[in-house]
């Protein structure tokens, strides 16, 4: 009997303890930004504040800030998340401490090729990485670029080490745009509604794909593409599901088992994406150079044999550090260099230049990382500005009489020759700021600092808000107005440079901000300068916003287009 009973005694004991430290990791970690004098909404237990954001982030965390303070913070899981609205705190971490904030926050699930991709990489590899990209994507050769009949030929893609990349990419968007022109014209004729959204989104795809991948889907034309399919979705991706929602309360119980939890729809479009690169690439080594198609996969792959370096300050793709001229970044620094004073990491390519390879994995994840973070973003924002112009027509008859005088210039828009529309680079810029697409992201905090004052404490994320900053009173008078002016050299000179963060800053800037500014203008120049948007009963205003990954609108967005009447030419749509 006294057996029995100490069994018995034993089994409570060790159930009533199970509970207790059950309980107590339920809760564990939601005191640690209350210690730090962060405040935050009441976190739930596993779950913390997630369930705030089951709508979408964009108006849950602009609400946050206005209750909490400029610094505040919230739980996702049991990530405790540091949130940052503060101009001058951002220019520290983004740009001034650098070398204290230079990764992203970890996801700990992810899988290849994720995992390898430029987003995601830390320290030093995705230092190496971010060197061997950065001169492609940048303005450094442009100068040396006048007009080259070669370039607008679409059929020649032919290698031109002299040029830089962007500049060989004007033949691949121009046929992409050919394709947008033929779709927007089908729909002047018929004068119905349709969803300029997704048009944009099959011309970006098409763009994307040609660029990164060196293929060739026209799912303008063919929806169906298999690339097209897989690529939509990761895009369709909910962070609420029942799976998801373990990971995020049980992430130490998660993490051994997430490589065995069969995952049919990740897997399959990460195979199908490693096996179309490895193919490609397989085919690109087997041609002779001079038949080689000039992409970004190319550039990646010529790399495996090049010797230039390119040192961290150059990074900073908006602060225009990276147009710099990368061989003598020792003798000629730039003001905005000498005023961003990053601190340098200890390890610098100066002086210990390090190998420029990448892996053939690491290959794969840049051109997934493409698709994935050149795609959406940028058909957003040409559908966000097509729909800012269609309620202000008197900014389209702007927009437009640029576009006119543009052609009365030039034969066709390219790298050089679209910076002269300055119009609609503001109008576009102003789009961006009400409807930024990257509207938060984030640094990971990896060791305890103190930041202007404020402790942060070690494992902890910070975010950056730049859809809270970007409607920020304080520096956009009537910040829900549609004001292309707030952009011209003079009022930008006069406004804090971090209130507006539609790219990032810094040297984790985003990388294909030239590249998406020049597909962004290809087509708009065209577009206006053939049709007129306009709205119609099935436009919706405003618009209903979606939020959960990058800010997007929810349904779409409706309108119809006109023809323009220009008098000649036009019998064809797609010439200009
Ligand atoms: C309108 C279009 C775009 C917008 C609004 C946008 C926005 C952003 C933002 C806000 C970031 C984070 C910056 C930071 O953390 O400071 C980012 C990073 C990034 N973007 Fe973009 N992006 C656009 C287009 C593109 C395109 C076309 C590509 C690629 C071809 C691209 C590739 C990347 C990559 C690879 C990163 C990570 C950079 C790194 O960690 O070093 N983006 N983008």
Not at 12 to 36: N, Q
Not at 80 to 85: E, L, M, N, Q, Y
Not at 102 to 121: A, G, V
């Given at each position: 009997?006294?057996?029995?009973?100490?069994?018995?005694?034993?089994?409570?004991?060790?159930?009533?303890?199970?509970?207790?430290?059950?309980?107590?990791?339920?809760?564990?970690?939601?005191?640690?930004?209350?210690?730090?004098?962060?405040?935050?909404p009441k976190p739930l237990p596993f779950f913390g504040n997630m369930f705030?954001?089951?709508?979408?982030?964009?108006?849950?965390?602009?609400?946050?800030?206005?209750?909490?303070?400029?610094?505040?913070?919230?739980?996702?899981?049991?990530?405790?998340?540091?949130?940052?609205?503060?101009?001058?705190?951002?220019?520290?971490?983004?740009?001034?401490?650098?070398?204290?904030?230079?990764?992203?926050?970890?996801?700990?699930?992810?899988?290849?090729?994720?995992?390898?991709?430029?987003?995601?990489?830390?320290?030093?590899?995705?230092?190496?990485?971010?060197?061997?990209?950065?001169?492609?994507?940048?303005?450094?050769?442009?100068?040396?670029?006048?007009?080259?009949?070669?370039?607008?030929?679409?059929?020649?893609?032919?290698?031109?080490?002299?040029?830089?990349?962007?500049?060989?990419?004007?033949?691949?968007?121009?046929?992409?745009?050919?394709?947008?022109?033929?779709?927007?014209?089908?729909?002047?004729?018929?004068?119905?509604?349709?969803?300029?959204?997704?048009?944009?989104?099959?011309?970006?795809?098409?763009?994307?794909?040609?660029?990164?991948?060196?293929?060739?889907?026209?799912?303008?034309?063919?929806?169906?593409?298999?690339?097209?399919?897989?690529?939509?979705?990761?895009?369709?991706?909910?962070?609420?599901?029942?799976?998801?929602?373990?990971?995020?309360?049980?992430?130490?119980?998660?993490?051994?088992?997430?490589?065995?939890?069969?995952?049919?729809?990740?897997?399959?479009?990460?195979?199908?994406?490693?096996?179309?690169?490895?193919?490609?690439?397989?085919?690109?080594?087997?041609?002779?150079?001079?038949?080689?198609?000039?992409?970004?996969?190319?550039?990646?792959?010529?790399?495996?044999?090049?010797?230039?370096?390119?040192?961290?300050?150059?990074?900073?793709?908006?602060?225009?550090?990276?147009?710099?001229?990368?061989?003598?970044?020792?003798?000629?620094?730039?003001?905005?260099?000498?005023?961003?004073?990053?601190?340098?990491?200890?390890?610098?390519?100066?002086?210990?230049?390090?190998?420029?390879?990448?892996?053939?994995?690491?290959?794969?994840?840049?051109?997934?990382?493409?698709?994935?973070?050149?795609?959406?973003?940028?058909?957003?924002?040409?559908?966000?500005?097509?729909?800012?112009?269609?309620?202000?027509?008197?900014?389209?008859?702007?927009?437009?009489?640029?576009?006119?005088?543009?052609?009365?210039?030039?034969?066709?828009?390219?790298?050089?020759?679209?910076?002269?529309?300055?119009?609609?680079?503001?109008?576009?810029?102003?789009?961006?700021?009400?409807?930024?697409?990257?509207?938060?992201?984030?640094?990971?905090?990896?060791?305890?600092?103190?930041?202007?004052?404020?402790?942060?404490?070690?494992?902890?994320?910070?975010?950056?808000?730049?859809?809270?900053?970007?409607?920020?009173?304080?520096?956009?008078?009537?910040?829900?107005?549609?004001?292309?002016?707030?952009?011209?050299?003079?009022?930008?000179?006069?406004?804090?440079?971090?209130?507006?963060?539609?790219?990032?800053?810094?040297?984790?800037?985003?990388?294909?901000?030239?590249?998406?500014?020049?597909?962004?203008?290809?087509?708009?120049?065209?577009?206006?300068?053939?049709?007129?948007?306009?709205?119609?009963?099935?436009?919706?205003?405003?618009?209903?916003?979606?939020?959960?990954?990058?800010?997007?609108?929810?349904?779409?967005?409706?309108?119809?287009?006109?023809?323009?009447?220009?008098?000649?030419?036009?019998?064809?749509?797609?010439?200009?």
């Amino acid at each position: 009997i006294m057996h029995g009973i100490g069994f018995w005694n034993t089994c409570a004991l060790s159930f009533s303890l199970s509970l207790c430290r059950f309980s107590r990791y339920s809760v564990s970690p939601f005191s640690v930004l209350s210690r730090c004098g962060i405040k935050h909404p009441k976190p739930l237990p596993f779950f913390g504040n997630m369930f705030m954001f089951r709508q979408g982030f964009f108006e849950p965390l602009n609400d946050l800030i206005r209750t909490h303070g400029r610094v505040c913070g919230y739980y996702l899981g049991r990530r405790p998340v540091v949130v940052v609205a503060d101009p001058d705190m951002l220019r520290q971490v983004m740009v001034k401490e650098f070398s204290t904030f230079p990764n992203r926050m970890t996801i700990r699930f992810s899988t290849k090729p994720m995992t390898d991709c430029l987003l995601l990489l830390r320290d030093e590899r995705w230092k190496r990485v971010r060197s061997i990209l950065t001169p492609s994507f940048s303005a450094a050769k442009m100068k040396e670029v006048k007009y080259n009949p070669i370039l607008q030929n679409p059929s020649c893609h032919c290698i031109c080490p002299c040029l830089s990349v962007l500049v060989q990419m004007v033949p691949l968007i121009n046929t992409a745009t050919d394709a947008l022109m033929n779709n927007l014209n089908a729909y002047a004729e018929s004068g119905e509604a349709f969803d300029i959204h997704r048009c944009f989104g099959c011309f970006t795809m098409d763009v994307i794909a040609s660029v990164a991948f060196g293929t060739q889907v026209d799912s303008q034309n063919n929806p169906d593409d298999p690339f097209v399919h897989h690529a939509q979705k990761f895009f369709s991706f909910n962070f609420f599901r029942p799976i998801f929602l373990l990971f995020i309360a049980f992430p130490f119980i998660m993490a051994p088992l997430a490589g065995f939890i069969p995952n049919k729809r990740r897997d399959e479009m990460n195979n199908f994406f490693i096996s179309c690169i490895q193919k490609i690439i397989k085919q690109r080594d087997e041609q002779p150079p001079e038949q080689r198609r000039r992409d970004f996969l190319q550039l990646m792959l010529d790399v495996r044999s090049s010797k230039e370096c390119v040192s961290l300050e150059h990074f900073d793709v908006v602060n225009h550090a990276d147009e710099l001229d990368h061989t003598h970044q020792q003798t000629h620094q730039s003001a905005s260099e000498q005023d961003n004073d990053y601190h340098q990491p200890q390890v610098s390519h100066t002086k210990h230049p390090q190998k420029r390879m990448m892996t053939e994995d690491e290959i794969v994840g840049q051109a997934f990382i493409f698709l994935l973070a050149g795609y959406e973003t940028s058909s957003n924002t040409l559908a966000f500005t097509c729909y800012l112009l269609a309620i202000h027509p008197d900014c389209q008859s702007k927009v437009q009489e640029e576009v006119d005088h543009f052609f009365t210039r030039h034969e066709s828009p390219d790298y050089t020759n679209v910076q002269e529309l300055k119009y609609l680079d503001m109008v576009i810029a102003e789009a961006l700021r009400l409807y930024p697409p990257g509207f938060r992201f984030a640094r990971s905090i990896d060791h305890d600092c103190v930041v202007n004052g404020q402790f942060l404490p070690k494992g902890a994320t910070l975010e950056i808000p730049a859809s809270f900053l970007h409607y920020d009173p304080e520096y956009w008078p009537e910040p829900e107005k549609f004001i292309p002016e707030r952009f011209t050299p003079e009022a930008k000179a006069n406004r804090h440079p971090f209130a507006y963060l539609p790219f990032g800053a810094g040297p984790r800037s985003c990388v294909g901000m030239r590249l998406a500014q020049l597909e962004m203008k290809m087509a708009l120049v065209r577009l206006f300068r053939r049709f007129n948007v306009v709205t119609c009963s099935e436009t919706k205003i405003p618009l209903e916003l979606k939020s959960s990954s990058t800010l997007g609108p929810k349904n779409g967005i409706f309108v119809k287009i006109t023809r323009r009447d220009l008098g000649e030419d036009q019998g064809n749509p797609t010439t200009r």
